[in-house]
């Protein structure tokens, strides 16, 4: 029989996921089915054991869900519990399992576009917001050397270092001092909301101090191409936008479901064509 998977969110009627996903189902010539759930947040602690007894294989979890969602599954993963958010959902002997595949996503992308493992390399993350959290977190959980956080609000930073529960050493830096220190850094990871519409022509940081040999990953993918980005590349770095963590973050959830990586540069190019 069919098998059927799905995203839930609210909103929902914009993911790309569905497309990504059933194309992969077709490519792999799995029998199955992927489709966006609009479940507003009062529903969400009915839809779960509804979405079990109608017996829904796995699924996605977006906005606003991610953390809502951790108290109605049976068991969750403990990366995911520390990051404090589930994108992902298996079912596994009719219980439900949470993982967080965004961190993972990140890191498999970074690692496959800068060339070699960036574990040992000097890490600077720029935001500590949930995206900066499930990043942190995993390259935490990865064993990576060092791993500093710039961030506005500097409790929030303070925060996020001192729930991590993996080993790494961390400095908390103003955005002022990172720009400052800018050159220490291998890879730098911009994970704030600054640079996507409307504030298109703004960055976090200047880049006066970038290496010409360090690489930029922005985990935005709309616009392609941030401000941020152009400043990099102007200055002779490496840059990267958000659209590989996306695919990666998808297709790890697609190997959880079905044992099968499907490639994630098919999932990528299917994500740049709804774009547009
Ligand atoms: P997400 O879950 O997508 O990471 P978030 O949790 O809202 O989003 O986090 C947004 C990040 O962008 C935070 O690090 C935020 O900085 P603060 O902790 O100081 O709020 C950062 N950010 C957003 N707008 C910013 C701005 N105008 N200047 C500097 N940082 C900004």
Redesign the pocket.
């Known amino acids: 029989m069919k098998k059927l998977y799905g995203v839930i969110g609210d909103p929902i009627g914009h993911s790309m996921s569905p497309a990504m996903h059933n194309d992969a189902f077709e490519t792999l010539e799995i029998d199955a089915h992927y489709h966006p759930f609009h479940i507003k947040g009062e529903e969400l602690a009915t839809a779960i054991p509804g979405m079990k007894a109608i017996g829904i294989s796995g699924f996605n979890v977006t906005v606003p869900h991610k953390t809502a969602i951790m108290p109605l599954l049976d068991e969750v993963d403990p990366l995911a519990k520390a990051i404090g958010a589930v994108n992902t959902v298996v079912r596994s002997q009719n219980r439900y399992i949470g993982y967080n595949t965004d961190g993972e996503g990140f890191i498999r992308g970074l690692n496959e576009e800068y060339g070699s493992s960036v574990l040992d390399k000097q890490i600077l993350i720029i ?7 499930a990043i942190y977190y995993t390259l935490g959980q990865q064993g990576a050397v060092r791993v500093d956080l710039a ?3 500097a409790e ?2 303070e925060q996020l270092k001192s729930r991590c529960p993996y080993p790494v050493e961390t400095a908390l830096l103003p ?1 002022a001092d990172a720009e400052e220190k800018l050159g220490d850094y291998d890879i730098i990871i911009q ?4 640079g996507m519409s409307p ?1 298109v022509d ?1 960055s ?1 940081v200047h880049l006066a101090n970038i290496r010409p040999d360090a690489f930029l990953s922005d985990i935005i993918y709309n616009p392609a191409e941030t401000a941020i980005m152009k400043e990099a590349k102007l200055r002779g770095a490496r840059v990267q936008n958000g659209l590989r963590m996306f695919a990666f973050q998808g297709a790890l959830a697609f190997e959880k479901w079905t044992g099968v990586l499907p490639d994630p540069d098919r999932m990528e190019k299917i994500v740049l064509d709804k774009l547009g």
């Open positions: 935001g500590a917001g949930g995206a900066a959290r961030n506005r609000t929030k930073a955005l994970t704030t909301s600054i504030k703004e976090p």
